[in-house]
């Protein structure tokens, strides 16, 4: 028996938590890059929170088994999270957060890509194409009708970071499409995020020892970076995600998708005196539209049921399942269903929702 319910009090005020705790989180990285690299920072934190999975698997009883088959798929979405969050964090050392948050949470415009071309039941429509047509516009427009550098107070090699956010932001596309379409679609949501974890921590921190990033100073700003990084971003706010995809429905969380970005904005500007250019909020318009579009029929109505009366679309919502992509932690259905949680697996099994890192 179906036991997800509408959106109440407690859903709406917890998902604005988790998508500002994801948009921080940029912001956070960024203005400790001169103690500590972001890319270290986020080897260090994934080590922590596997740790902090593995002991609640633990003691929450049942032992860590690694299912039949599961191993390779998983690997292989541990390594394209580590590749997501080295692209994130060499971004961060050439773009503001705020660029690299709008770019990073491009993801669901390439799965949705990805899934046209990989199963023909979910073949992009009129309406989603005109989505796509218009995020791919947005990053035209963000990338080549900004100000001259000079003029914008911005370092030369911006355009570079933008384009690792990009690349990031394809990345996590990559690792949603192999979690929806491997056996890791039937595992449990920690197993998946587990193996994402650490393969990623032993990925990164080989990439950090290779770049020479290692140096540290430690300040009390670090220390608090590193346990927010660690306790509230990779391990507590994908929990409350995790949580909260087995108590409500899907897609009427995902259209809190869209807030990351805008949140991750506000803090780089208010908060890092980040410039922002008329041409990158155009642009950030465009793609934010572009990902509604791509989320059809059911983020429209996850939309307008959420600022409707509450109830009015329920089984509108139901009927349909989850936006193809939420832009969130990784985690995955049967790929054989649309519901999707972008960074780890089946809600419905999930002991605990990224992250994504991702950095989520």
């Given amino acids: 028996m179906e036991t997800r319910k509408d959106l109440d009090g407690r859903a ?9 705790i994801w948009g921080f989180q940029q912001v956070v990285l960024k203005a400790t890059a001169l103690e500590m690299a972001p890319l270290l920072q986020i080897a260090l934190r994934s080590g922590v929170a596997a740790l902090l999975v593995g002991g609640l698997l633990l003691w929450r009883g049942p032992r860590i088994t690694i299912e039949a088959g599961t191993w390779r798929p998983g690997l292989l979405a541990g390594v394209l999270f580590a590749v997501e969050f080295l692209l994130v964090g060499e971004g961060l050392r050439h773009t503001t957060a705020s660029h690299l ?32 047509l218009l995020a791919f516009a947005g990053i035209v427009v963000t990338f080549w009708g900004r100000r001259p550098v000079a003029a914008a107070g911005a370092s030369p090699t911006t355009l570079w970071g933008d384009g690792l956010a990009l690349l990031a932001g394809m990345a996590w596309a990559a690792t949603t499409l192999v979690v929806r379409c ?66 409500y429905w899907a897609s009427r969380l995902g259209v809190f998708s869209f807030l990351t970005p805008l949140f991750g904005i506000a803090f780089g500007v208010g908060l890092l005196d980040e410039p922002v250019e008329t041409s990158f909020l155009i642009g950030a318009l465009l793609v934010l539209a572009g990902v509604v579009l791509v989320s059809g029929d059911d983020g429209w109505n996850a939309l307008r049921s959420w600022l409707a009366r509450p109830g ?36 419905r099994r999930s002991t605990g929702r990224n992250r994504r890192p991702s950095s989520e």
């Fill in 12 to 20: 709406i005020g917890l998902m604005l938590i988790l998508c500002q």
């Fill in 312 to 347: 009015d679309n329920a089984r509108a919502v139901a009927s349909r399942g989850a936006a193809p992509n939420a832009g969130y932690p990784v985690a995955a259905t049967d790929c054989r269903s649309r519901r999707i949680n972008p960074r780890v697996a089946s809600p």
């Fill in 101 to 132: 948050v709008v770019f990073l949470y491009t993801a669901p415009i390439f799965v949705a890509l990805g899934l046209h071309w990989l199963r023909p039941a979910e073949r992009l429509g009129a309406l989603r194409w005109l989505g796509i």
């Fill in 182 to 247: 491997t056996r890791l679609a039937r595992v449990s949501a920690t197993e998946t995020l587990l193996y994402q974890l650490v393969v990623g921590f032993a990925l990164l921190l080989a990439a950090a020892v290779a770049l020479g990033q290692t140096g540290f100073q430690p300040t009390p700003r670090l220390w608090g970076s590193l346990l927010f990084q660690s306790l509230v971003v990779s391990f507590a706010s994908y929990l409350a995600w995790f949580w909260l995809l087995r108590h």
